[in-house]
């Protein structure tokens, strides 16, 4: 199992400088790289591998903040990578993540704890946001970030009245569903791929008309599974998926270089988010780790 490969699944729609970054990271052949453009994305960047082979998925989502279309995305990665052959792993990021550690170092972690699931699970009681989020009908789910005007602002109050309407009178769907829920970045085996993929059906129905489902559906699927008993657990909603994300009153914020000490001194294999407008702290990162894969390959 150790000898196989590990595919990288990638979510991208913008900040193409940060994504020829992380492929720099990955290329190395013992990965596959596949790439999930959103279909708004009218012109793709030119991206291209010396080591490992690198795959564009034709069949484009148009994905929208919030909906289920991001489950929809995610879906066509995964089923890309598992008909093209079996993998040790499957590492879902986003084209603005990048890894803190070399590839020896990964591929050897992975090895050492073959078989389990690396999934984020938020800690603590996170009832009321699953009710809110996936138990209430959530009207225009792909309009939840419309921008201004006339419209957008029809289907805001539209939204609202509807759930303040659901929760007046204890409307509620999937009662009997044990939800779950945490960071949508992950890290599966081929097992639990195989069987994220046989609930496509059900997990696209189930979600529709919901809100930010991609941070719930992998979670359920593992939670009512015996899959929940191979999960790496922890303490931490971060170490269980091995991402290194930073949030601020609530608010997903971009690292800088005032970060940088923070980051490379972490145990964590990968961090998100990074940006074009800090490209220094990527290039900082790029030279320590590059530097790390040197020097174990000596």
Same mark, same amino acid.
Request: contains cysteine; aromatic residues 14%; charged residues 25%.
């Given at each position: 199992?150790?000898?196989?490969? %590990? !595919?990288?699944?990638?979510?991208?729609?913008?900040?193409?400088?940060?994504?020829?970054?992380?492929?720099?990271?990955?290329?190395?052949?013992?990965?596959?790289?596949?790439?999930?453009?959103?279909?708004? +994305?009218?012109?793709?960047?030119?991206?291209?591998?010396? %080591?490992?082979?690198?795959?564009?998925?034709?069949?484009? +989502?148009?994905?929208? #903040?919030?909906? +289920?279309?991001?489950?929809?995305?995610? *879906?066509?990665?995964?089923?890309?990578?598992?008909?093209?052959?079996?993998?040790?792993?499957? %590492?879902?990021?986003?084209?603005?993540? =990048?890894?803190?550690?070399?590839?020896?170092?990964?591929?050897? @972690?992975? !090895?050492?704890?073959?078989?389990?699931? @690396?999934?984020?699970?938020?800690?603590?009681?996170?009832?009321?946001?699953?009710?809110?989020?996936?138990?209430?009908?959530?009207?225009?789910?792909?309009?939840?970030?419309?921008?201004?005007?006339?419209? !957008?602002? #029809?289907?805001?109050?539209?939204?609202? &009245?509807?759930?303040? @309407?659901?929760?007046?009178?204890? =409307?509620?769907?999937?009662? *009997?569903?044990?939800?779950?829920?945490?960071?949508?970045?992950?890290? =599966?085996?081929? !097992?639990?791929?195989? *069987?994220?993929?046989?609930?496509?059906?059900?997990?696209?129905?189930?979600?529709?008309?919901?809100?930010?489902?991609?941070?719930?559906?992998?979670?359920? &699927?593992? #939670?009512?599974?015996?899959?929940? &008993?191979?999960?790496?657990?922890?303490?931490?909603? *971060?170490?269980?998926?091995?991402?290194?994300?930073? #949030?601020?009153?609530?608010? =997903?914020?971009?690292?800088?270089?005032a970060d940088f000490n923070r980051l490379i001194a972490s145990d964590l294999l990968f961090a998100r988010k990074f940006?074009?407008?800090?490209?220094? &702290?990527?290039?900082?990162? +790029?030279?320590?780790?590059?530097?790390?894969?040197?020097?174990?390959?000596?």
């Amino acid at each position: 199992m150790d000898s196989l490969k %590990h !595919a990288y699944l990638i979510m991208a729609h913008t900040e193409f400088e940060v994504l020829h970054k992380l492929l720099l990271f990955l290329d190395d052949k013992r990965n596959d790289i596949y790439i999930h453009f959103d279909k708004k +994305v009218a012109q793709l960047p030119k991206l291209a591998t010396n %080591h490992a082979t690198l795959y564009l998925l034709k069949e484009r +989502v148009d994905v929208r #903040w919030g909906d +289920v279309s991001v489950v929809a995305a995610e *879906y066509q990665l995964f089923e890309a990578a598992a008909k093209q052959q079996k993998y040790a792993y499957y %590492h879902l990021l986003s084209g603005v993540d =990048l890894p803190l550690k070399s590839q020896d170092e990964i591929h050897a @972690f992975f !090895a050492a704890h073959q078989g389990q699931e @690396f999934i984020g699970f938020q800690q603590g009681d996170c009832e009321k946001e699953i009710d809110r989020k996936v138990r209430r009908l959530h009207l225009y789910p792909s309009r939840f970030r419309a921008g201004k005007g006339i419209f !957008a602002y #029809w289907y805001r109050a539209v939204r609202a &009245l509807s759930l303040r @309407f659901q929760c007046l009178f204890g =409307l509620r769907r999937n009662r *009997y569903v044990d939800f779950k829920k945490g960071t949508q970045w992950v890290s =599966l085996t081929d !097992a639990f791929v195989r *069987y994220v993929l046989a609930h496509k059906s059900a997990v696209l129905k189930m979600y529709q008309n919901t809100f930010c489902s991609d941070e719930i559906f992998i979670q359920t &699927l593992c #939670w009512n599974s015996s899959f929940r &008993l191979k999960r790496h657990h922890t303490d931490s909603e *971060y170490h269980d998926c091995q991402r290194m994300i930073g #949030w601020h009153k609530g608010q =997903l914020i971009e690292w800088t270089s005032a970060d940088f000490n923070r980051l490379i001194a972490s145990d964590l294999l990968f961090a998100r988010k990074f940006s074009r407008r800090d490209m220094e &702290l990527v290039e900082r990162i +790029v030279e320590q780790v590059r530097d790390k894969q040197v020097s174990t390959s000596n």
